[in-house]
């Protein structure tokens, strides 16, 4: 079986007094970020950087401990995980000279704490290190035993904490003999191989909301209490659609993968799809990265077999029957009769048919 960190996240209401704590933790977090990025940057213009970025980072870190008492305060998986941070905006940027630190606007809203003796976790009350105790408001009883990480995470003015654990001994969905091909859409979000259609999650009212905030938002002038009040809202309303996407999400990619035991899809560049306009503009294509993770991680994890293939190929314009390629088919079209061996597809499920089939000889 596959290995995959799976994480929970649970909402907590900390105290006044465990919101300080966890707000002077942020704080130093931030410090720490920005005082890593900004020695990074110094020598980098003076051409010291060695080799080795995390021996060169341990060797910053012990100056900043000695300085700052508030970083010296900080766990160490918390340090390491503000390390990681800092090494990944680094190795994604191209010149990193030109990265941002932290500031009011883009804050530092977590932190990570690795499972220690300090904290213990009984049912649903965790007693977190130095933080003291908190209720966790989450459906499910997380095995303590089990646990590799806590994230204490501030989102749109709520308190989170992401329980990482291990997923071995996960046991695997049952065998159910069937394979099946996926192809993404807009008007059917996902169409299967068998004839199945699934549509995207509804957001129509959620996005009725969040225009009537952008049309609230252009009458007020920026940085007044109503506008700010406005931004408030429509963040809290964001959250809530990204909600409404990831659990309808959640669902089908389970059901898919219950349902099948192997599952074809087509592999997404992402960076192309960015480049292109059209994608960029609908909120689903947005999200479409985000379904294919999810069933990929649902496939290795329910011991499912998983299977990529490349988008170049043309999925919409063969014929899943015979094998013949009908260039004429234009983007409008939703069904058509092979001029071959006059087959009638669905241009969707033909597609998937295509998707699946090549997945199979590519094995
Ligand atoms: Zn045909």
Redesign the pocket.
Same mark, same amino acid.
């Given at each position: 079986m596959n290995y995959h960190p799976l994480t929970h996240k649970c909402r907590i209401y900390p105290k006044d007094k465990q919101i300080k704590q966890f707000e002077m933790t942020l704080d130093a977090c931030q410090f720490l970020y920005n005082e890593l990025l900004n020695q990074y940057k110094v020598d980098y213009k003076n051409n010291n950087i060695p080799y080795n970025l995390i021996n060169y980072f341990k060797m910053v870190i012990g100056q900043a401990k000695n300085n700052y008492s508030s970083i010296s305060k900080l766990n160490d998986s918390t340090i390491d995980d503000v390390l990681n941070n800092v090494i990944r905006a680094i190795r994604l940027s191209k010149d990193p000279y030109k990265l941002k630190a932290k500031d009011e606007k883009i804050r530092v809203h977590s932190f990570l704490l690795n499972n220690t003796k300090n904290i213990e976790l009984i049912g649903n009350i965790l007693h977190l290190d130095k933080y003291g105790k908190f209720k966790l408001h989450y459906g499910k009883t997380i095995e303590y035993n089990r646990v590799i990480s806590y994230k204490v995470l501030y989102q749109n003015k709520k308190w989170f904490i992401l329980i990482t654990i291990r997923s071995d001994n996960i046991k695997p969905f049952p065998k159910t003999g069937k394979k099946i091909g996926i192809d993404l859409g807009l008007k059917n979000l996902v169409v299967l191989s068998n004839g199945q259609k699934y549509d995207p999650p509804n957001i129509l009212y959620s996005n009725k909301k969040l225009s009537k905030f952008n049309r609230k938002l252009s009458s007020k002038s920026k940085g007044s209490r109503k506008y700010e009040d406005i931004i408030s809202k429509q963040n809290s309303e964001q959250f809530h659609r990204k909600n409404i996407i990831n659990d309808y999400f959640h669902k089908l990619s389970t059901k898919i993968v219950k349902e099948n035991d192997v599952i074809a899809m087509e592999s997404l560049d992402i960076q192309d799809m960015l480049k292109d306009k059209r994608y960029s503009k609908n909120i689903f294509q947005a999200n479409w990265h985000k379904l294919v993770y999810m069933i990929k991680y649902k496939c290795e994890l329910y011991g499912k077999i998983f299977i990529q293939v490349n988008t170049r190929f043309p999925s919409t314009k063969l =014929?899943?029957?015979?094998?013949?390629k009908y260039d004429d088919i234009t983007i409008d079209v939703r069904t058509w009769e =092979?001029?071959?061996?006059?087959?009638i597809h669905d241009r969707d499920v033909n597609a998937a048919k295509n998707i699946l089939r090549k997945a199979l000889l590519k094995n």
């Open positions: =014929c899943s029957k015979c094998g013949y =092979c001029p071959k061996c006059g087959e």
